[in-house]
């Protein structure tokens, strides 16, 4: 296996890859190519792909404001799970996000997204009893569920 970074040529394989995966949340604006080609150029060194024989079979979106990383979109392939694929992209995320002097993490993941919420507990991610997630679109999307 091989893990790169992501560049926007790998858009159409990550997109299949995602709507491959339960659970994913997307919507067509951010998730368009256009929306993750702006995502790509402002965190060039924090999202990665995962291949296995020049095939794409996982991807980490991960993003900073300057102190705080924000993963988004990890998925791996139905297919290759439970071989540490997701793991290692995490891993290769966090790296980076060291090198850049980030300290702490933050996810969001669907509440029936069963298989998520138990890899990021086992990694060590904790629920936030304390907050509530608000959000406002400021141009009208269309959410894409998988």
């Not at 994913?24 to 924090?46: A, C, Q, V, Y």
């Not at 980076?96 to 991610?125: C, P, S, T």
Request: glycine share 8%.
């Amino acid at each position: 296996m091989n893990i790169r970074k992501m560049l926007i040529n790998d858009y159409d394989e990550v997109y299949a890859l995602w709507m491959s995966c339960a659970g994913m949340g997307l919507n067509n604006l951010d998730d368009s190519r256009d929306g993750i080609d702006k995502f790509i150029r402002r965190n060039p060194d924090t999202c990665f792909v995962a291949e296995i024989e020049e095939k794409i079979v996982g991807v980490i979106i991960v993003g900073n404001d300057g102190r705080r990383g924000y993963i988004y979109h990890t998925a791996v392939n139905p297919q290759h799970r439970k071989q540490g694929i997701a793991r290692q992209l995490v891993d290769s995320a966090m790296q980076e996000l060291k090198q850049y002097g980030i300290n702490k993490v933050a996810l969001v993941v669907f509440d029936k997204n069963e298989n998520g919420n138990a890899f990021w507990e086992k990694l060590g991610f904790t629920v936030r009893e304390d907050l509530i997630y608000r959000n406002k679109s400021i141009t009208e999307m269309i959410r894409i569920d998988t």
